[in-house]
């Protein structure tokens, strides 16, 4: 299994940057090299004259679902690596219809007019000057329109849970579609001529059985993902666990009727060592207010406050575990909260902040002789990643939650 950079929360690392940077001048080169920085090129596909563009978007977008769907079948990537943006229906039909008469007025999108201005194309200038005063205008407006951010908000979605299929059954009923979309832009690019394009069209033909072939393998069961319920991208839900088992215990309570009966706790050395794995999707949330929390707060926690624990937390509903820190009370309180919403990832961490600085972070016992040198590596390591800093990083304010679509 390979890790990723979302996976392993290392998205705004220099490696991140650094192969950013790289696919960014690959696509751009291939852009050029294809001919397809020209504005006239994304006008055509309006008026139905160049289907070129489409043609190479949807066959990069089949390729990357089947490379996605294989990946993922054969185990290589972990779902849970992998980043999913919240759905917020009304505010992006309301944002796709903007880009959409954007993209229409002027033949550029964000990307292609950048390797447009590579090119010395002055109407890519144009467009990227007034993107820029989009943006600007978009940041110092938003209080104005903030709210829509939040109509139609349904979480982490995807269109195979409302179809009530497997996540790869979609993928091959998006490739069967956009397989017979390239066929029908093919048709119009050879005005409508048969014989033209059974004689210009092997390559589609050819790209044709690879998506049928790819598509087949990947609705055939496997011991992995060999039922409806496990579609590949909904993540593994929280079981019981009746006795302490790798740093996890169940413990009982009874102060509601409407809260579990039995929650689920985590050692901070288990916390540690996953998180360096970087095996498993964890979040862990620091209850306390605000103010102690920039006093100090492990690296890479979040900081929310308990009446808003549930819309916060919704981005990260589908991770495998989403780890409470706080006072008996706090932790208590939120759990709660998070079990009415329908939460089943929730843990909670023993001994609260002074737990995690004794087991983690403490001094004593990296120096202690009575430990191996193993261990002593492993808590150094433990020391340079989560040792706390009095400022607010890692810190993130409700009111700005849907601002982390593609982040963290």
């Known amino acids: 299994m390979i890790n990723t950079f979302f996976g392993v929360d290392a998205l705004g690392s220099p490696a991140a940057l650094i192969n950013a940077i790289i696919i960014g001048f690959v696509f751009g080169w291939c852009f050029e090299q294809a001919g397809l920085t020209s504005s006239k090129k994304m006008a055509g596909v309006f008026h ?14 089949l390729t990357a679902s089947l490379g996605l769907g294989l990946l993922l079948k054969s ?21 796709g219809l903007l880009f959409g008469i954007g993209l229409v007025m002027s033949g550029w999108t964000a990307s292609s007019s ?13 467009f990227m000057v007034f993107v820029v005063i989009g943006i600007i205008t978009f940041n110092e407006a938003f209080y104005y329109y ?62 044709t059985m690879f998506v049928v072939i790819i598509s087949g393998s990947l609705i055939i069961p496997s ?23 790798g740093g996890i215990i169940t413990s009982n309570n009874s102060e509601s009727s409407d809260h579990l009966s039995r929650t689920l706790n985590i050692s901070p050395v288990t916390y540690a060592r996953e998180k360096v794995e970087g095996l498993k999707k964890i979040i862990l949330v620091d209850l306390r207010a605000r103010e102690k929390y920039d006093e100090w707060h492990v690296n890479g926690s979040y900081n929310y ?25 706090e932790t208590s309180e939120a759990h709660k909260l998070l079990d009415n919403a329908k939460f089943k990832n929730v843990y909670i961490l023993d001994g609260g902040i002074e737990g995690f600085k004794d087991e983690v972070l403490n001094e004593e016992k990296l120096l202690s002789e009575k430990i191996s040198e193993e261990e002593k590596l492993e808590r150094n390591v433990w020391r340079k990643m989560f040792d706390g ?15 982390l679509i593609g982040a963290d």
Do not use: H
């Open 223 to 245: 011991e992995e993902f060999n039922n409806e319920k496990n579609s590949g991208i909904v993540l593994k839900e929280r079981t019981d666990v009746s006795a302490y088992e």
């Open 114 to 126: 950048v390797a447009g201005l590579a090119t010395g194309r002055l109407d890519a200038l144009v």
């Open 146 to 207: 903030k709210l829509l951010f939040e109509l139609g908000d349904a979480g982490v979605s995807f269109i195979c849970e409302y179809m009530k299929v497997s996540w790869f059954k979609s993928v091959a009923v998006f490739c069967i579609l956009g397989i017979a979309l390239l066929w029908i832009a093919e048709f119009i690019d050879e005005d409508c001529d048969y014989n033209e394009v059974a004689k210009n069209g092997k390559g589609l033909w050819i790209f």
């Open 305 to 329: 406050p308990i009446d808003a624990i549930a819309l916060s937390l919704d981005r990260f509903r589908k991770f495998e575990r989403i780890i409470l820190l706080g006072s008996t009370e």
């Open 389 to 403: 800093a009095s400022s607010a990083s890692g810190a993130a304010d409700p009111i700005s939650l849907n601002s």
């Open 48 to 61: 139905f004259s160049d289907m070129s563009l489409l043609k190479t978007s949807l066959t990069a977008l």
């Open 75 to 95: 185990g290589i990537i972990a779902p849970d690596f992998i980043d999913s943006p919240l759905t917020v229906v009304y505010a992006q039909c309301i944002g």
